[in-house]
């Protein structure tokens, strides 16, 4: 089983630009899918971001596409979600999660029973 820990979460201004890491404790983490999800102030927790095992596979939620980028580097046990261009309303306690089925990782509404999560990072982006 893996644990994970996100990191990078920051307050900026709209237009700034964070990157989010997910690392994890151990080497089995090139076997999972990772997912990067977020949950507003005030509204239910939403999915953005997932990259496959390989490093390959990708899915964006629509308002994020062309603005966030999701990416892996398995030697370091670590995901990462760049964010450009950010806006307001990407203000979110952001979650990296992992699970060996890619289909619970895109499920919608989001599945909270996936293999592991870590413990939030706050992104704050003022107007």
């Known amino acids: 089983q893996v644990e994970l820990r996100e990191s990078g979460g920051g307050a900026v201004q709209t237009g700034d630009s964070l990157r989010l890491s997910c690392a994890a404790s151990?080497?089995?983490?090139?076997?999972?899918?990772v997912a990067w999800f977020r949950q507003p102030p005030g509204k239910e927790r939403e999915f953005v971001a997932a990259?496959?095992?390989?490093?390959?596979?990708?899915k964006y939620t629509d308002s994020v596409q062309g603005r966030f980028t999701i990416f892996r580097n398995n030697d370091k046990y670590t995901v990462y979600l760049q964010m450009n261009a950010l806006r307001p309303e990407d203000t979110a306690l952001y979650y990296c999660?992992?699970?060996?089925?890619?289909?619970?990782?895109?499920?919608?509404?989001?599945?909270?029973?996936?293999?592991?999560w870590g413990q939030g990072a706050l992104v704050t982006v003022s107007s």
């Open positions: 999660a992992a699970d060996m089925n890619w289909g619970r990782i895109i499920a919608d509404p989001v599945y909270g029973g996936l293999e592991a």
């Open positions: 151990t080497s089995l983490f090139r076997n999972y899918n």
């Open positions: 990259i496959d095992w390989s490093g390959v596979g990708t």
